[in-house]
């Protein structure tokens, strides 16, 4: 089990590494935008990954690469609501290809996925943080070398708790 803390903790077993978590913290989350990361607990559903960026990558999850045309839908109007997508798109998304580091790598958590409920939040991911570890949209972001390890030791089973006590 891994426990991620309103302290911007996430542990695992022996592990403990700082993360960045959305700027209005941890708790309930009301709405698409409203920057939280939501409380609950939760699996990783897949993994996409850069395979220009990242080289080697042995973990115990399929992996998917991210395409230059994959996007996120975050339009609460969508039938594709918190879903992958091919770009452009008349709906509004999030480029998971981007030339910053933060989606090299992207845990896909199953947060609002069955069912999907419209505007209750969308794209809420494990990813590498930037370097100053600026707060997410809502995302937990660890360090790319933090994320490799941690990867390297869990499994589809392995449950993610985010607390906001």
Not at 90 to 117: A, H
Not at 121 to 146: D, M, P
Request: proline share 2%; hydrophobic share 35%; glycine share 6%.
């Amino acid at each position: 089990m891994i426990i991620i803390n309103k302290f911007g903790y996430l542990k695992y077993k022996d592990l403990k590494f700082r993360c960045a978590l959305g700027k209005a913290g941890i708790g309930y989350k009301k709405k698409e935008g409203d920057n939280i990361t939501p409380s609950g607990v939760y699996k990783i559903n897949r993994i996409y990954f850069r395979k220009d960026r990242i080289k080697k990558l042995k973990l115990k999850f399929k992996l998917s690469t991210i395409k230059k045309n994959f996007g996120w839908c975050d339009d609460p109007k969508s039938r594709n609501y918190n879903k992958l997508i091919k770009i452009p798109n008349n709906s509004s998304y999030e480029n998971l290809y981007r030339n910053d580091n933060i989606y090299d790598i992207i845990c896909v958590l199953n947060y609002n996925t069955n069912p999907t409920v419209k505007n209750k939040g969308s794209a809420i991911f494990i990813h590498i943080a930037n370097k100053k570890f600026k707060a997410t949209q809502g995302c937990v972001a660890l360090r790319k070398e933090s994320l490799l390890k941690l990867l390297s030791k869990i499994t589809k089973k392995t449950e993610i708790w985010i607390k906001a006590n």
